[in-house]
């Protein structure tokens, strides 16, 4: 059974940090492109940031460049997701999900096999 499982969201004031966790389990992700992805009440689920198995090519929405920062070990099938200047427009529920079939990144949700259940991101102004 393959599993994602999030964890490290909650409550943060405007300003602070926080780093999101994804664990893979139930097979090997190590060369699949990992990404994360946000969805805000009312809105579409949108990618955040994305990370080819190499590590070696990231993408960053627009909103969020130069405040977030993501990063993988796949020794360990772990994606991470380092948050820092959070704004309240940041507030979601993050999503971790796996394209196995692609080496590049994807911006469409619907190329991901795999998601995790989501974690909530809240940012007090």
């Known amino acids: 059974q393959v599993q994602l499982v999030e964890s490290g969201g909650g409550l943060v004031q405007a300003g602070g940090s926080l780093t999101l966790s994804c664990a893979a389990s139930?097979?090997?992700?190590?060369?699949?492109?990992m990404a994360w992805f946000r969805q805000a009440p009312g809105k579409e689920r949108d990618l955040v940031s994305g990370?080819?198995?190499?590590?070696?090519?990231?993408y960053y929405a627009d909103s969020v460049k130069g405040r977030f920062t993501i990063s993988r070990d796949n020794a360990k099938n772990t994606v991470s997701l380092r948050m820092n200047s959070l704004k309240p427009e940041d507030t979601a529920v993050y999503y971790c999900?796996?394209?196995?079939?692609?080496?590049?990144?994807?911006?469409?949700?619907?190329?991901?096999?795999?998601w995790g259940q989501g974690t909530q991101v809240t940012v007090s102004s």
């Open positions: 990370i080819t198995w190499t590590g070696g090519l990231t």
């Open positions: 139930g097979r090997t992700f190590s060369s699949a492109v």
């Open positions: 999900a796996a394209a196995p079939r692609y080496s590049n990144i994807i911006l469409a949700a619907r190329m991901y096999d795999y």
